[in-house]
């Protein structure tokens, strides 16, 4: 079946990194592209970066741009993301989330992991 399980997450104080890490199985890693979303307490999801299938392309919401790389390693169906200069607005939930358009839409999640930053 289906899995994506994230690693990675804890606590760390300001300005200090991270990396978290999804690892998939049951499904054409390589062929899905791939997101981080996250979400605060009390707030809605928000997509903080996605990345294409072959990694040649990745986008980054303005919040987290110049801090955080997204990144991904298909022989390994693992995609990362690297979190650096770390602030309490970062803090919450973290999703890794597969998704495909064609020929069908397809999209999957994991549980998350919780990344909480001190001030």
């Known amino acids: 079946q289906v899995q994506l399980v994230e690693s990675g997450g804890g606590l760390v104080q300001y300005g200090g990194s991270l990396r978290l890490s999804c690892a998939a199985s049951?499904?054409?890693?390589?062929?899905?592209?791939m997101a981080w979303d996250r979400q605060a307490p009390g707030k809605g999801r928000e997509l903080v970066a996605h990345i294409s299938s072959d990694g040649d392309s990745a986008h980054y919401a303005d919040s987290v741009k110049g801090r955080f790389t997204i990144s991904r390693d298909n022989t390994k169906s693992t995609v990362y993301l690297q979190m650096n200069s770390l602030k309490p607005d970062d803090t919450a939930e973290y999703y890794c989330n597969a998704y495909r358009i064609a020929p069908r839409w397809y999209d999957y999640w994991g549980q998350g992991t919780q990344v909480t930053v001190s001030s």
């Open positions: 049951g499904f054409s890693f390589s062929t899905f592209s």
